[in-house]
C-alpha cells in the first residue's frame, strides 16, 4: 500500500504492460546448404563459427567473407548469390545461414573435402544432449537468438532428400512459415503435375498452406573460376531466386503484395521452356499454375517473371490462405497478436486490462486497413463474452476473438465480348429503328 502519511510531490510508475503491438521481423529466410567455409578460414579454429552455427548475412561481401566463394557442388554461396540478385534500394531482408558442410569430416576417398558426401540427415540436424541445435533444427532457435521467426525455409539442392521435406513441413507449421521445394532439373511439365498426385516420378504431394513448389530450375552464370565450366550457363535451383523475388517484392512493396508477374534478375534464362499464351488455359504456365507449383512466364519484350500466387494447398483447398501473401499476411498479424497477449500472461483479468487489450490490438487491425494500399479489408478483436464463463475465469482461462479479410489480388481477370451491331448505326447516320405498334 502507499504511505499515507507522505505530502508533497511524487512519481509513481505504472507498468502496465505491452502497449503497443508491434510486428517482428518478416522479410527473413532461413538457409541450410554447404560453403566451401576452408576456403574462407585458414584452420578449424577460424571456421569452427561457420559450420553448424547460424550466421546472419545482410550484405554480399558478408557472404563471401563467412562462406567462401562459388564452388561447384556446394550450395550456400549460389543460394545467397540468388538472393541477392534482386536486393533493390530498400535491402533484401535477413538471412540467417546455416551450413553444415565440415571439411575436415566431410571428404572423399582421398581425403580432400567433399560436399557430396553430406547426407540427408546433415542438413535435418539433431538436438544434442546438451540440447542444442544443428541443420535445420537451428530454426527453432532464431527467436531466442534474433527475437523472430524466420518466415521462409530454403535447403535448396536438398529440399526432396528423404527426411528434409518432412523436416521442412514440420519446422514450418510450428514456427510459422512457408517452406520451398523444388522440382528435380530436367523433368518435364506433365511428371510435375503427376508429382501432385501418389505415383509421381518425385513428390510434390501436398496441401499444405506452407508449400511453395517450384519448376524449372534456372540458367545462370558459373562463377567457379576453378571449374571447367565457368563462365557458362548451369542449372540452378529456382527456389532462392524466388525467395529474392518476394524479399524485394516485400521490401518494396510490403508483406501484402503477391510475389508474382514479377522479374527474375541474374540468370541467362529458365532452364526448360515454359510455354505461356495468353488467355490460354492449356498453356504450361496457366497448367502449372493451376497445379498450385510457382512457374515462370517469358515472353516478348518482358523477360522471366515469377508465375504464380498459391501454395501446394491449391487446388485442394480452397481457403484464401493458399494465397502465398495471405498466409505471410496471417503469420505475421498472429506473431503480433501473440508476443503483444505474452505480455499480458499472468495478469488480472479486470475490466480495465481486458479493455486496454481490446483496445490495442483493435488500434493494430485499424492500422493495417488505411490508406491507398491497405494490408486488409477489415479487422476485428473482442472478448468472447459468451464462451469465457465463471469458471473457466476461476481456472484462469480467457477466450477472445479475431476476424479479419485480408486484401484480394486480381489473379483472374475476365472480360465478357460480344460483337453488338447497334454500334454500327450511328457512325453511318443510320436511321434508329421504328417502334413496333402495339
Same mark, same amino acid.
Given at each position: 500500500?502507499?504511505?499515507?502519511?507522505?505530502?508533497?510531490?511524487?512519481?509513481v510508475?505504472r507498468d502496465?504492460?505491452? *502497449?503497443?503491438?508491434?510486428?517482428?521481423?518478416?522479410?527473413?529466410?532461413?538457409l541450410v546448404?554447404?560453403?566451401?567455409v576452408?576456403e574462407?578460414?585458414?584452420?578449424?579454429a577460424a571456421?569452427?563459427e561457420?559450420?553448424?552455427r547460424?550466421?546472419?548475412?545482410?550484405?554480399?561481401?558478408?557472404?563471401?567473407?563467412?562462406?567462401?566463394?562459388w564452388r561447384d557442388?556446394?550450395t550456400?554461396?549460389?543460394?545467397?548469390?540468388a538472393?541477392?540478385?534482386? /536486393?533493390?534500394p530498400?535491402?533484401?531482408?535477413?538471412i540467417?545461414?546455416v551450413?553444415?558442410?565440415?571439411?575436415d569430416?566431410?571428404?572423399?576417398g !582421398?581425403?580432400n573435402p567433399?560436399?557430396a558426401?553430406?547426407?540427408?540427415?546433415?542438413?535435418?540436424?539433431?538436438?544434442?544432449?546438451?540440447g542444442?541445435?544443428?541443420g535445420l533444427k537451428w530454426?527453432?532457435?532464431?527467436?531466442?537468438?534474433?527475437g =523472430?521467426?524466420?518466415?521462409?525455409?530454403?535447403?535448396?539442392?536438398?529440399s526432396?532428400?528423404?527426411?528434409v521435406?518432412?523436416?521442412?513441413?514440420?519446422?514450418?507449421q510450428?514456427?510459422?512459415?512457408?517452406?520451398?521445394?523444388?522440382a528435380?532439373?530436367?523433368?518435364?511439365v506433365?511428371?510435375?503435375? *503427376?508429382a501432385r498426385?501418389?505415383?509421381? !516420378?518425385?513428390?510434390?504431394?501436398?496441401?499444405?498452406?506452407?508449400?511453395?513448389g517450384?519448376?524449372?530450375?534456372?540458367?545462370?552464370?558459373?562463377?567457379?573460376?576453378? !571449374?571447367?565450366?565457368?563462365g557458362?550457363p548451369?542449372?540452378q535451383p529456382f527456389?532462392?531466386?524466388?525467395?529474392?523475388?518476394?524479399?524485394?517484392?516485400?521490401?518494396?512493396?510490403?508483406p501484402?503484395?503477391?510475389?508474382?508477374?514479377r522479374?527474375?534478375?541474374?540468370?541467362?534464362?529458365?532452364?526448360?521452356?515454359?510455354?505461356?499464351i495468353?488467355?490460354?488455359?492449356s498453356?504450361?504456365?496457366?497448367?502449372?499454375?493451376?497445379?498450385g507449383?510457382?512457374t515462370?512466364?517469358?515472353?516478348?519484350?518482358k523477360?522471366?517473371?515469377t508465375?504464380?500466387?498459391?501454395?501446394l494447398?491449391?487446388?485442394?483447398?480452397?481457403?484464401?490462405?493458399?494465397?502465398?501473401?495471405?498466409?505471410?499476411?496471417?503469420?505475421?498479424m498472429?506473431e503480433?497478436?501473440?508476443f503483444f497477449?505474452?505480455? =499480458?500472461?499472468?495478469?488480472? /483479468?479486470?475490466?480495465a486490462?481486458?479493455?486496454?487489450? *481490446?483496445?490495442?490490438?483493435n488500434?493494430?487491425?485499424g !492500422?493495417?486497413?488505411?490508406?491507398?494500399?491497405?494490408?486488409?479489408?477489415?479487422?476485428?478483436f473482442?472478448f468472447d463474452r459468451q464462451k469465457?464463463?465463471? *469458471?473457466?475465469?476461476?481456472d484462469?482461462?480467457?477466450f477472445?476473438?479475431?476476424?479479419?479479410?485480408?486484401?484480394g489480388?486480381m489473379?483472374?481477370?475476365?472480360v465478357e465480348? =460480344?460483337?453488338?451491331?447497334?454500334?454500327?448505326?450511328?457512325?453511318?447516320?443510320?436511321?434508329?429503328?421504328?417502334?413496333?405498334?402495339?
Amino acid at each position: 500500500m502507499p504511505d499515507a502519511t507522505y505530502f508533497g510531490p511524487e512519481i509513481v510508475e505504472r507498468d502496465i504492460g505491452g *502497449e503497443l503491438v508491434r510486428e517482428l521481423k518478416y522479410a527473413t529466410v532461413f538457409l541450410v546448404g554447404t560453403a566451401p567455409v576452408h576456403e574462407a578460414h585458414a584452420d578449424a579454429a577460424a571456421r569452427a563459427e561457420y559450420i553448424n552455427r547460424p550466421v546472419i548475412i545482410r550484405r554480399r561481401e558478408d557472404a563471401a567473407a563467412a562462406f567462401g566463394p562459388w564452388r561447384d557442388g556446394y550450395t550456400i554461396p549460389q543460394a545467397l548469390d540468388a538472393i541477392f540478385d534482386h /536486393a533493390g534500394p530498400a535491402g533484401i531482408g535477413t538471412i540467417v545461414v546455416v551450413n553444415v558442410f565440415d571439411p575436415d569430416q566431410h571428404k572423399d576417398g !582421398s581425403g580432400n573435402p567433399d560436399p557430396a558426401s553430406v547426407t540427408n540427415l546433415d542438413i535435418i540436424g539433431q538436438f544434442a544432449a546438451d540440447g542444442s541445435p544443428s541443420g535445420l533444427k537451428w530454426a527453432y532457435a532464431c527467436f531466442q537468438l534474433f527475437g =523472430w521467426f524466420p518466415k521462409f525455409l530454403l535447403a535448396p539442392g536438398y529440399s526432396l532428400a528423404t527426411g528434409v521435406r518432412a523436416e521442412l513441413e514440420t519446422i514450418a507449421q510450428r514456427i510459422r512459415a512457408h517452406f520451398f521445394l523444388d522440382a528435380p532439373h530436367g523433368v518435364s511439365v506433365q511428371q510435375v503435375i *503427376e508429382a501432385r498426385g501418389p505415383n509421381g !516420378s518425385f513428390d510434390f504431394q501436398s496441401n499444405l498452406f506452407e508449400a511453395v513448389g517450384c519448376y524449372p530450375h534456372v540458367m545462370v552464370v558459373n562463377l567457379d573460376d576453378t !571449374s571447367p565450366l565457368a563462365g557458362q550457363p548451369v542449372a540452378q535451383p529456382f527456389s532462392p531466386r524466388l525467395a529474392g523475388v518476394w524479399l524485394r517484392s516485400i521490401m518494396d512493396y510490403g508483406p501484402h503484395h503477391s510475389p508474382s508477374n514479377r522479374p527474375i534478375l541474374g540468370i541467362e534464362e529458365m532452364a526448360q521452356k515454359i510455354t505461356y499464351i495468353p488467355g490460354d488455359a492449356s498453356s504450361d504456365a496457366q497448367l502449372l499454375r493451376g497445379a498450385g507449383v510457382v512457374t515462370a512466364e517469358e515472353r516478348w519484350g518482358k523477360g522471366p517473371h515469377t508465375a504464380g500466387n498459391r501454395a501446394l494447398a491449391y487446388p485442394t483447398k480452397t481457403d484464401m490462405r493458399n494465397f502465398l501473401h495471405v498466409l505471410l499476411l496471417q503469420h505475421i498479424m498472429d506473431e503480433a497478436v501473440l508476443f503483444f497477449l505474452d505480455e =499480458w500472461k499472468d495478469r488480472n /483479468a479486470n475490466p480495465a486490462n481486458i479493455e486496454m487489450i *481490446e483496445d490495442r490490438i483493435n488500434a493494430y487491425l485499424g !492500422s493495417k486497413k488505411v490508406g491507398d494500399d491497405p494490408w486488409i479489408y477489415d479487422g476485428r478483436f473482442w472478448f468472447d463474452r459468451q464462451k469465457t464463463t465463471p *469458471e473457466s475465469i476461476a481456472d484462469g482461462h480467457l477466450f477472445w476473438k479475431l476476424d479479419w479479410a485480408p486484401v484480394g489480388i486480381m489473379e483472374r481477370l475476365t472480360v465478357e465480348r =460480344w460483337i453488338n451491331i447497334e454500334l454500327i448505326r450511328d457512325p453511318l447516320g443510320l436511321a434508329q429503328a421504328e417502334q413496333p405498334n402495339v
